[in-house]
């Protein structure tokens, strides 16, 4: 099953899921994040904006290729991908 | 006269307290997360912060033990289909001519909770929300839910009725540039301010529209401008396009209502029917961003006078607070324990507040003043905070 990692910021938000392994079923980005919503409730509030859409300033990819479909999260993630969910950098 | 103030700043919300006759700062609170509005229900003590979250999308947290424990609320979204008319900052490379003429729209989402307001007495559970890009969002249940306010959304000002298709009227609305930071440029609700006497009776506040007042509850809206100056514009008495940085009233006198305006200190004493600009351009009263105003006095409020837009800063390097007890015929300056030399900071529009004779304000630049002779005299409450976004007595 694919695996997801993230940044440890959401860690803060969702304490649930720090030192756990994360797998997901394969299939979408969307079916994907669904799935760590229920493990942690109200994570895609986090994650996704008001229209389901990621939020600007975070990043998503499968294995090293950031995602292209960041409005409907159709991307597929294959059996033995690891998902990558982090921040833009920004700030100081 | 209250103990407590609420700050919300740039790295978390601080609470400072005043024991045994010393005002004392507890940890922070959202420690590292942007704090735009943080607030106290007076209704039932409940604490509020808007977290302004980078990364992550903004967010409400709630504090029901007097700050012991926050929890983040995510249920404040626009609905499916509420959509809005683009602006675009005119900045000198823009060409108006470029775009085809015709409406472009977006899909609203929250870009931040700039607001937060508390129903009447006899409304509990009922709470208000003003965002960035315009939405009025009402609660009815403490704030665990949330509705978008579609009448004000679905108004003629802003092309009608978008849910159901394109626009019908000229949009009204424009940018404000306090959200260029989060790389956009859209309107943004606030000041909500809700009638004590009349919980039926509602003012918005919009950057850059101006004044709405609803007399039903929210069912319906209209312009109160009338007396609102642009200097910018062709007429200056436009109905729309006015730039009010803050709006607020007397609660024990609601119908006296004051504004920090762009172009100016505004007063009503009808209920926002007819504004006159009483500021004092000469003694350096004039632009600014916050207003506070006397719980039982109507003709008594207080600004922190800053440079015109140019610099948006401290007058020559001074600060100084302002108050009228006449309705603005006449300001006093306030300058005893305020920095005279070498001070550079300016007071956003939620960073100033009174309760009774005690008055407070934090700056930008991480400077919080209070004051508890009504103004006269100030004593500094620390330096080294965050930039202060808001100030509020809780």
Same mark, same amino acid.
């Given at each position: 099953?694919?695996?997801?990692?993230?940044?440890?910021?959401?860690?803060?938000?969702?304490?649930?899921?720090?030192?756990?392994?994360?797998?997901?079923?394969?299939?979408? /980005?969307?079916?994907?994040?669904?799935?760590?919503?229920?493990?942690?409730?109200?994570?895609?509030?986090?994650?996704?904006?008001?229209?389901?859409?990621?939020?600007?300033? /975070?990043?998503?990819?499968?294995?090293?290729?950031?995602?292209?479909?960041?409005?409907?999260?159709?991307?597929?993630?294959?059996?033995?991908?690891?998902?990558?969910?982090?921040?833009?950098?920004?700030?100081? | 006269?209250?103990?407590?103030?609420?700050?919300?700043?740039?790295?978390?919300?601080? *609470?400072?307290? @005043?024991?045994?006759?010393?005002? @004392?700062?507890?940890?922070?609170?959202?420690?590292?997360?942007?704090?735009?509005?943080?607030?106290?229900?007076?209704?039932? +003590? #409940?604490?509020?912060?808007?977290?302004?979250?980078?990364?992550?999308?903004?967010?409400?947290? @709630?504090?029901?033990?007097?700050?012991?424990?926050?929890?983040?609320?995510?249920?404040?979204?626009?609905?499916?289909?509420?959509?809005?008319?683009?602006?675009?900052?005119?900045?000198?490379?823009?060409?108006?001519?470029?775009?085809?003429?015709?409406?472009?729209?977006?899909?609203?989402?929250?870009?931040?909770?700039?607001?937060?307001?508390?129903?009447?007495? %006899?409304?509990?559970?009922?709470?208000?929300?003003?965002?960035?890009?315009?939405?009025?969002?009402?609660?009815?249940?403490? =704030?665990?839910?949330?509705?978008?306010?579609?009448?004000?959304?679905?108004?003629?000002? @802003?092309?009608?009725?978008?849910?159901? &298709?394109?626009?019908?009227? #000229?949009?009204?609305?424009?940018?404000?540039?306090?959200?260029?930071?989060?790389?956009?440029?859209?309107?943004?609700?606030?000041?909500?301010?809700?009638?004590?006497?009349?919980?039926?009776?509602?003012?918005?506040?919009?950057?850059?529209? $101006?004044?709405?007042?609803?007399?039903?509850?929210?069912?319906?809206?209209?312009?109160?401008?009338?007396? *609102?100056?642009?200097?910018?514009?062709?007429?200056?008495?436009?109905?729309?396009?006015?730039?009010?940085?803050?709006?607020?009233?007397?609660? &024990?006198?609601?119908?006296?209502?004051? !504004?920090?305006?762009?172009? $100016?200190?505004?007063?009503?004493? %009808?209920?926002?029917?007819?504004?006159?600009?009483?500021?004092?351009?000469? !003694?350096?009263?004039?632009? &600014?961003?916050?207003?506070?105003?006397?719980?039982?006095? +109507?003709?008594?409020?207080?600004?922190?006078?800053?440079?015109?837009?140019?610099?948006?800063?401290?007058?020559?390097?001074?600060?100084?607070?302002?108050?009228?007890?006449?309705? +603005?015929?006449?300001?006093?300056?306030?300058?005893?324990?305020?920095?005279?030399?070498?001070?550079?900071?300016?007071?956003?529009?939620?960073?100033?507040?009174?309760?009774?004779?005690?008055?407070?304000? =934090?700056? #930008?630049?991480?400077?919080?003043?209070?004051?508890?002779?009504?103004?006269?005299?100030? !004593?500094?409450?620390? %330096? %080294?905070?965050?930039?202060?976004?808001?100030?509020?007595?809780?």
């Amino acid at each position: 099953m694919p695996k997801v990692e993230m940044t440890q910021h959401l860690y803060r938000f969702f304490p649930q899921l720090k030192n756990q392994t994360i797998n997901v079923p394969a299939g979408s /980005v969307a079916e994907a994040l669904s799935a760590i919503n229920l493990l942690a409730p109200g994570f895609t509030d986090y994650v996704l904006d008001d229209h389901g859409a990621l939020r600007r300033h /975070v990043n998503l990819s499968i294995n090293s290729n950031i995602i292209m479909d960041k409005k409907n999260l159709s991307d597929r993630i294959p059996e033995d991908a690891t998902v990558y969910i982090f921040q833009s950098l920004s700030g100081g | 006269m209250s103990d407590k103030i609420l700050l919300g700043s740039r790295k978390g919300t601080i *609470m400072i307290e @005043r024991i045994h006759g010393q005002w @004392r700062p507890r940890p922070i609170a959202h420690a590292g997360i942007p704090v735009c509005y943080a607030a106290c229900d007076p209704r039932d +003590g #409940t604490l509020w912060a808007s977290l302004d979250h980078g990364h992550w999308g903004p967010k409400l947290s @709630r504090s029901r033990d007097d700050g012991a424990t926050w929890e983040d609320i995510t249920s404040l979204k626009y609905p499916k289909g509420a959509r809005y008319i683009v602006k675009y900052l005119p900045t000198p490379d823009f060409d108006p001519s470029a775009p085809s003429g015709e409406p472009e729209y977006a899909d609203a989402a929250v870009f931040k909770i700039w607001n937060i307001a508390f129903g009447n007495a %006899n409304q509990p559970g009922r709470l208000y929300a003003g965002t960035i890009p315009g939405g009025l969002f009402v609660s009815d249940d403490g =704030g665990d839910s949330w509705e978008l306010n579609r009448p004000l959304w679905n108004h003629p000002s @802003r092309g009608g009725d978008l849910f159901a &298709g394109d626009a019908k009227t #000229t949009n009204q609305w424009h940018g404000t540039p306090a959200s260029i930071d989060y790389g956009v440029f859209e309107p943004g609700i606030h000041s909500i301010v809700v009638d004590p006497n009349n919980q039926h009776h509602l003012y918005v506040a919009v950057s850059t529209a $101006g004044v709405i007042e609803s007399q039903d509850g929210g069912l319906t809206w209209a312009p109160r401008n009338q007396g *609102m100056l642009n200097d910018y514009m062709p007429n200056p008495e436009t109905e729309w396009s006015h730039d009010p940085h803050f709006v607020t009233h007397c609660a &024990g006198q609601p119908e006296h209502m004051w !504004q920090q305006n762009h172009f $100016g200190i505004f007063y009503s004493d %009808n209920a926002a029917k007819h504004w006159k600009r009483v500021s004092a351009p000469d !003694q350096g009263v004039h632009f &600014g961003f916050p207003i506070a105003v006397d719980k039982s006095d +109507g003709r008594t409020a207080w600004v922190v006078p800053a440079h015109s837009d140019a610099e948006r800063m401290s007058i020559d390097g001074g600060l100084f607070v302002a108050r009228t007890s006449d309705g +603005g015929q006449s300001w006093q300056r306030f300058r005893t324990g305020l920095p005279q030399a070498h001070a550079y900071d300016i007071v956003l529009r939620h960073a100033l507040d009174a309760s009774g004779d005690v008055v407070c304000f =934090g700056s #930008t630049s991480g400077n919080a003043y209070i004051s508890e002779d009504r103004g006269e005299t100030w !004593q500094c409450l620390g %330096n %080294n905070f965050p930039p202060i976004y808001s100030v509020r007595f809780g």
